[in-house]
């Protein structure tokens, strides 16, 4: 939150303000209630059809007039502008004053202005530009003037790499036009890139030199790039008019021509915040598009790809293990019965088998010796087989045995009976 003024302290700031931003200005309007106070100061109102300001001529600068200040008179007055603090009021202190208009001078600027005008010395298409970063000016003024004090401070402060070079020549009086001119005509020999002729304010006769038809022809000849600065803001010469341009007063020439350093400074840390913002964007962008073209690469790349192919493998042989064991299960399913069926024809068979054997012990037994142990009675083999005697041929051998007894026998006689 902004903190709070008081009363006075809002007037000193606006006093401070006013007094240094109008240190010198110069008004025309009428004279009203004009009054002559008896210290010697003069209080007065200066107006228009429009508006009006309080003015006051403390009476130094009151003992000075060559006139008197009478209600009604049409005048311009110099001084600068400063507040009242007690009553929070606005007023010019009056340095000087004239008459307004300046009879035959004047009459003579237009007459000049009109010629000039018609020669082409106002045309916009014969101005030159300026650079936007001068190395070296040239400054065509009094060297012992204030206006050079003033733009040499304003070039240190607003842009100290500036090299200015001054030609000294008169700025008022009867031989300043040709100085004016011939130091121009030198300047515009030096190979520099702009040139600032004038001085700082006066009368329409201490200004009278920058209106000299020889300083207009030494202008519209230059090669160079100049500004006219003469006087304050409301004085007009015939330079203003030739040159490439007008400044309306000395240090303003220099704020004009020249570049701002802290305005630079902050452009170039506003650029520099701007080319950080820029990259750190650019690499915020190249960040996202690594990072995207390395999740293509995991993707697209044999690591991804070995990996896909073992999930497909291990996805496949998980289902080849399904398979399997439903098949299992399936062919389980089925073998239940096979192996009911198997077992019961196995079991048949053993029990048809047992039963063969069984069948077989018992013709065995019933058919062994022992149980044919009659007196005088034998069983009869022949190559392990049982066989009725019949059944013998001469020369064949065969065996006779009861349980107790076996005898090997060969047939030498048969005899049927």
Request: hydrophobic share 40%; charged share 25%.
């Amino acid at each position: 939150m902004a903190s709070t003024l008081s009363v006075s302290g809002l007037n000193e700031q606006i006093k401070t303000l006013l007094e240094t931003t109008f240190e010198f200005v110069s008004v025309e309007g009428e004279l009203s209630r004009v009054t002559k106070h008896g210290s010697g100061h003069i209080y007065f109102t200066l107006k228009d059809a429009n508006s009006s300001i309080k003015c006051v001529m403390f009476r130094g600068n009151a003992a000075r007039l060559k006139f008197s200040l009478d209600e009604g008179a049409h005048i311009v007055i110099h001084g600068a502008l400063s507040l009242y603090t007690p009553r929070g009021e606005y007023q010019i202190n009056c340095v000087s004053a004239e008459p307004y208009g300046a009879g035959a001078l004047a009459v003579a600027f237009e007459q000049l202005k009109k010629k000039l005008e018609q020669k082409g010395y106002f045309d916009p298409s014969h101005k030159k530009p300026f650079p936007k970063f001068p190395q070296k000016i040239v400054l065509v003024t009094s060297a012992t003037g204030a206006a050079l004090q003033d733009m040499q401070r304003v070039a240190a402060h607003r842009w100290p790499l500036v090299n200015l070079i001054v030609i000294d020549v008169l700025v008022q009086g009867v031989s300043a036009a040709t100085m004016i001119a011939d130091g121009l005509r030198y300047a515009d020999m030096l190979n520099v890139d702009a040139v600032i002729v004038g001085r700082g304010g006066g009368s329409v006769e201490d200004l009278w030199a920058f209106n000299e038809e020889v300083v207009a022809d030494a202008l519209f000849a230059m090669a160079t790039p100049v500004i006219s600065a003469v006087g304050h803001e409301i004085d007009w010469v015939i330079s203003d008019y030739v040159a490439d341009l007008r400044a309306p007063t000395p240090s303003a020439a220099m704020q004009m021509l020249l570049p701002d350093a802290a305005e630079m400074m902050q452009s170039i840390d506003e650029m520099r915040y701007g080319a950080y913002g820029m990259i750190m964007q650019r690499l915020e962008r190249k960040r996202e598009q690594l990072l995207s073209m390395q999740e293509a690469f995991k993707r697209n790349g044999v690591e991804h790809r070995l990996e896909v192919q073992r999930e497909l493998v291990k996805e496949l042989r998980e289902r080849i293990n399904t398979q399997i064991i439903r098949i299992l299960e399936q062919k389980a399913g089925e073998l239940s019965p096979l192996r009911e069926r198997l077992v019961q024809a196995i079991e048949n068979v053993v029990r048809q088998k047992q039963n063969i054997i069984s069948q077989m012990m018992q013709a065995y037994e019933s058919q062994h010796p022992k149980h044919k142990n009659k007196r005088g009675f034998a069983q009869i083999t022949r190559d392990g087989k049982v066989i009725d005697l019949d059944e013998l041929s001469i020369g064949d051998e065969y065996v006779a045995m009861n349980d107790k007894t076996a005898i090997t026998s060969k047939v030498v006689k048969k005899v049927t009976m």
